[in-house]
């Protein structure tokens, strides 16, 4: 009988406080390698405390976090604030905290969509590269587990659904698993195999599907996108479609849907 694979990340039973507030009341979630997790909540949920707890720097009043040991952690910060009076350019920006080579720091921009854009100065980019730019530097230390902080805030709708697709092609290529959060629901990765929906305490995880259909959801979000998540996927994965219904990872609830 195989071993269970140790997970990269773990939260158990973690509540994290600010003074007399609990602002995570009993967590407990698990990456494992590989696979792509989405933590999905409205502003004030406490969905960037949560990361940042995963990331050691705010400490649980309760519960454990475990690391797999020498875990090496790509984070992907939500804004960068560049001084626009000190030109930077992006090679330079990918030198920062530690050096890399031209050959390094080309192949994170290759892998990103930034080929050939080392010499741009970072003031210059669109906010869309600027992510992607990121995420190169995020890259560089070989991640196993990459670290997204609401990558997409300030894209627009076709510049969410290209760099989700570009962190989809990452994970391909690379194998990190990815933990990202957002609080849009217009986009959630059709890639997520997971998405754990927050609000000071997990209310549903599953599927997309199944998630975007389960009542917690509903009340926590309302029914502006009709209760469905959009999601935005490839061609291929039409192909096996036999209706709405349909529910990969065999979850077959299509008795139970209700119907928007």
């Known amino acids: 009988m195989s071993l269970p694979t140790p997970s990269l990340i773990a939260a158990d039973h973690i509540c994290i406080r600010f003074g007399a507030d609990e602002v995570l009341h009993d967590i407990s979630l698990t990456v494992q390698p590989g696979e792509i997790v989405t933590i999905l909540g409205p502003n004030g949920s406490g969905k960037s405390t949560l990361l940042r707890a995963l990331l050691g720097i705010v400490p649980a009043a309760e519960g454990r976090i475990t690391r797999q040991p020498g875990l090496r952690i790509g984070y992907v910060p939500q804004k960068l604030t560049i001084d626009r009076t000190m030109p930077i350019t992006v090679r330079r920006f990918l030198s920062l905290p530690s050096r890399v080579t031209d050959a390094q720091a080309e192949e994170a921009l290759a892998r990103t969509g930034m080929a050939g854009q080392g010499g741009e100065q970072m003031t210059t980019l669109s906010g869309g590269q600027l992510q992607r730019v990121l995420l190169a530097r995020a890259l560089l230390g070989r991640p196993q587990i990459l670290m997204l902080d609401e990558p997409t805030s300030g894209l627009d709708q076709p510049g969410e659904a290209a760099f989700y697709r570009l962190i989809e092609e990452v994970r ?66 039409h192909a096996h479609e036999d209706g709405p219904h349909h529910h990969h990872h065999g979850h077959d609830h299509s008795h139970d849907h209700p119907h928007a």
């Open 172 to 237: 391909h290529q690379t194998g990190a698993a990815v933990l990202m959060i957002s609080h849009d629901l217009h986009v959630v990765m059709a890639a997520s195999d997971r998405v754990i929906c927050l609000n000071g305490h997990i209310c549903c995880e599953g599927t997309p599907r199944v998630v975007s259909t389960a009542p917690e959801y509903r009340a926590l979000f309302g029914l502006g996108t009709q209760g469905a998540l959009a999601l935005y996927r490839h061609e291929h994965d």
